[in-house]
């Protein structure tokens, strides 16, 4: 990119000495010196068209690069709402876990003094349950995104 705003100094500074330059000869010299003055101005074209070409290729490079952001912006975007709803789903699993521990002992204690509470093997069932589900729906989330970063690489080869 530096480059480029060199080739661009470097052409404007020609250009102005060209400029300069015909302002010196101006309309007396053009009679004797007509060669000279089309020579300056083929030059002045050529490096009209060299900055043109400078200009629009700047000109791609910004608009490719803007594309290359918006998507890295939009990838990072995509990446941040996954890692929160992991982050979610971790928070529960851990909350179940502890439950179903604190239920699994309660249930524990019980048996070891010979009485079967009903209300404690529910509660461990329901718990599992709900550890279960919530195992379900981190692999779900896992899938998820294993599947958000294939679709691109399946997009390519198709």
């Known amino acids: 990119m530096s480059d480029i705003t060199e080739f661009e100094r470097r052409i404007s500074a020609a250009l102005a000495r060209i400029g300069a330059a015909l302002d010196q000869a101006g309309p007396a010299a053009a009679p004797a010196g007509g ?6 101005t083929e030059a002045l074209e050529a490096e009209r068209t060299a900055n043109a070409q400078l200009n629009e290729r700047v000109r791609a490079i910004k608009d490719k690069q803007e594309r290359m ?15 929160d709803a992991n982050g979610q789903e971790l928070q529960r699993l851990k909350r179940l876990n502890i439950e179903l521990t604190e239920t699994n002992r309660a249930l524990a204690a019980s048996a070891e003094a010979g ?10 069932m329901m718990s599992e349950l709900d550890a279960l589900r919530a195992a379900r729906a981190a692999e779900v989330a896992e899938l998820d995104e294993i599947l958000s970063e294939l679709r691109p690489l399946i997009e390519e080869v198709a």
Request: charged letters at 15%; proline letters at 3%; hydrophobic letters at 55%.
């Open 69 to 83: 952001v918006a998507s890295l912006e939009q990838k990072v975007a995509h990446l941040s709402a996954q890692l």
């Open 35 to 40: 060669d000279a003055s089309a020579a300056l």
């Open 115 to 124: 009485v079967a509470e009903p209300h404690l093997i529910n509660r461990a």
